[in-house]
């Protein structure tokens, strides 16, 4: 025998009747000659007897209970079984489920565990009580739209991977195809992951203009994002589902606002498994990197939610992909104009400073300033390049007192724009004002701007005390 289940009556019994009815696994001892009757009707072994006496426990075979589950409410009575059994059995594990809460906290009982019943409600109930919530909300998805109409997906606009998810998930749930219900934005897609997600997965995003927004009678869902967010009227909204707050009213005719979750991805895989859909690994793995994405793998303002949409969908999507998402390759043009900058790279005073001449992607400068960190002896990494017409600066520091963006925005606010904080700052500044500026681009132009200043506010901050380095 496993587990003896020492009750007032027959309810816990109910509650774990799949383990109790496997005979042997479980006794059932109970106060109530009835109680232990249902018990056998239901399948179960039981016993009945008075739990305060020591004769109940005789025939029960203690010294084999593996665990002992105590379910009393009656506090004395409690107090009796427990001191009982520890006499009779001393090693014996105890499971304490109370309502009361905390009778074991001072006991000082290695072996006796106490679980609240409120936790088991939350964990057994919570979850159903929400799925039948979401079952209705699909239903009132579904009766938005008639079969003939035209319905247009409108994201943020630089869609991400939460809205693009959320919408893959929406067209899935109302069992749509791309050509009835595409992805709109007035924007389009420009961070190279999202790019690199929306190639891997064959995910078409349109364009559109406000003008076309209704076009035939056309539809508008709007997911991951509010009517506000747009600065222009949009017409009648149908359908928002969104997890950013609400910055101010707005009317649609349904309406999902979960502020408190950390993606709109989340929303729709509930939605999906109320609906029991199960995903294919294209939309689990849109989910999964838009869950990941927007809580910075779960760390940033994410919901218990959240992780319960992540678990499900993972076994569903493709981890690989995501990866080849996460780190987009880089192109090989660059990272030859990368190689060949390196091997001239000196290091003046611990700035390394690199100009990669002209490059195809933006975002490999960033990360070339991040990867020139990792260089011993270098504290700052100054790398730059141009960009069809405009010089794109990147700048990092190991430090945290030092002030990269500071001193970006002093060289190169009055001729484009700057900004950044302490160890991480940028500088994008149109290639004829930077030739007006400094005659012309090149690392030796790059260098001196920067190395004089570095070195002036590195002075500076020698010369504060520490109270003043913040
Ligand atoms: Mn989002």
């Given at each position: 025998?496993?587990?003896?289940?020492?009750?007032?009556?027959?309810?816990?019994?109910?509650f774990m009747r799949r383990v109790a009815s496997k005979r042997g696994e479980a006794l059932f001892l109970v106060q109530d000659a009835e109680a232990a009757k249902r018990i056998k009707r239901g399948g179960g072994s039981s016993r009945s007897g008075d739990l305060g006496r020591e004769a109940t426990y005789k025939k029960t075979r203690l010294k084999q209970v593996?665990?002992?589950?105590?379910?009393?409410?009656?506090?004395?009575?409690?107090?009796?079984?427990?001191?009982?059994?520890?006499?009779?059995?001393?090693?014996?594990?105890?499971?304490?489920?109370s309502s009361e809460g905390e009778v074991a906290a001072d006991r000082k009982d290695p072996l006796l565990r106490e679980l609240?019943?409120?936790?088991?409600?939350?964990?057994?109930?919570?979850?159903?009580?929400?799925?039948?919530?979401?079952?209705?909300?699909?239903?009132?998805?579904?009766?938005?739209?008639?079969?003939k109409d035209?319905?247009?997906?409108?994201?943020?606009h630089d869609p991400d991977p939460d809205g693009i998810g959320g919408a893959l998930a929406l067209r899935e749930l109302l069992g749509r195809k791309r050509a009835?219900?595409?992805?709109?934005?007035?924007?389009?897609?420009?961070?190279?992951?999202?790019?690199?997600?929306?190639?891997?997965?064959?995910?078409?995003?349109?364009r559109i203009t406000y003008e076309d927004l209704h076009q035939d009678g056309a539809r508008l869902a709007l997911v991951d994002v509010q009517p506000p967010y747009f600065n222009r009227a949009l017409g009648q909204v149908d359908l928002v589902v969104d997890h950013h707050p609400r910055r101010a009213p707005f009317s649609a005719r349904y309406t999902d606002l979960r502020t408190q979750y950390g993606a709109t991805a989340t929303i729709f895989t509930e939605y999906l498994q109320a609906a029991n859909v199960e995903p294919s690994q294209r939309l689990a793995t849109a989910l999964l990197y838009g869950i990941k994405s927007d809580t910075l793998f779960l760390k940033r303002g994410s919901h218990y939610a959240d992780l319960q949409a992540f678990?499900?969908?993972?076994?569903?999507?493709?981890?690989?992909?995501?990866t080849r998402m996460e780190r987009p390759a880089l192109p090989r043009a660059d990272l030859e104009a990368l190689g060949r900058a390196l091997s001239r790279l000196q290091l003046d005073n611990g700035v390394a400073v690199i100009h990669m001449g002209e490059i195809k992607r933006e975002d490999v400068i960033p990360q070339m300033a991040e990867f020139c960190l990792q260089i011993e002896g270098v504290e700052w990494a100054v790398v730059s390049g141009l960009c069809g017409d405009r010089v794109v600066i990147s700048v990092r520091n190991v430090g945290y007192v030092r002030s990269a963006g500071d001193i970006m925005k002093r060289l190169f606010d009055a001729i484009g724009s700057a900004g950044g904080h302490r160890s991480m700052a940028k500088a994008v500044v149109p290639?004829?004002?930077?030739?007006?500026?400094?005659?012309?681009?090149?690392?030796?132009v790059i260098r001196e701007a920067m190395v004089s200043l570095i070195r002036q506010r590195e002075q500076e901050l020698r010369g504060s005390t520490p109270a003043e380095r913040t």
């Open positions: 025998m496993k587990y003896l289940a020492i009750c007032e009556d027959d309810l816990l019994f109910r593996e665990q002992a589950i105590l379910f009393i409410r009656n506090p004395e009575l409690w107090e009796q079984v427990y001191l009982l059994l520890r006499r009779l059995h001393p090693e014996v594990p105890l499971l304490s489920l609240p019943l409120e936790d088991i409600f939350q964990e057994l109930c919570a979850p159903s009580l929400l799925d039948t919530l979401n079952r209705q909300r699909v239903g009132k998805i579904r009766s938005l739209f008639r079969e035209k319905i247009h997906i409108l994201l943020q009835t219900t595409p992805i709109v934005t007035f924007g389009g897609v420009t961070r190279p992951e999202n790019l690199a997600m929306i190639r891997l997965l064959d995910i078409q995003i349109e678990t499900f969908l993972y076994p569903f999507a493709n981890r690989a992909m995501i290639l004829e004002r930077f030739k007006e500026h400094f005659g012309e681009v090149s690392e030796k």
